[in-house]
């Protein structure tokens, strides 16, 4: 059964950065694309970023471009969502999520999720 684990939440000041993590287990990360999304209190969760499984295709929300990137280690099993020039708005518990068919923007598509990391920008 593969799991997922977040880590690297926090509480950080605006215009600061955070790398997430996301290590894959009970599988091997290469046969999975992989979505990063985020849920704020009282909010839908939304889609932030994903990549596929090579890692030489990605996509961002409108919200995420400029400023954070997905990437991928498939001989370390992580995936990771760097965050940079983060804003309060960023503010919400970020999940990663894991496919082995499909990559893209809908939370639907993914079968695997992780329990979330916490990140808290203040302003």
């Known amino acids: 059964q593969v799991q997922l684990a977040e880590s690297g939440g926090g509480l950080v000041q605006a215009g600061g950065s955070l790398r997430l993590s996301c290590v894959v287990s009970?599988?091997?990360?290469?046969?999975?694309?992989m979505g990063w999304f985020r849920q704020a209190p009282g909010k839908e969760r939304e889609f932030v970023a994903a990549?596929?499984?090579?890692?030489?295709?990605?996509q961002y929300a409108d919200s995420a471009k400029g400023r954070f990137t997905i990437s991928r280690d498939n001989a370390k099993n992580t995936a990771y969502l760097q965050m940079n020039s983060l804003k309060p708005e960023d503010t919400a518990v970020y999940y990663c999520?894991?496919?082995?068919?499909?990559?893209?923007?809908?939370?639907?598509?993914?079968?695997?999720w992780g329990q979330g990391t916490q990140v808290t920008v203040s302003s």
């Open positions: 009970g599988d091997f990360l290469a046969v999975y694309a």
């Open positions: 990549i596929n499984w090579s890692g030489r295709g990605t």
């Open positions: 999520a894991a496919d082995r068919a499909r990559w893209g923007d809908a939370r639907t598509w993914y079968d695997h």
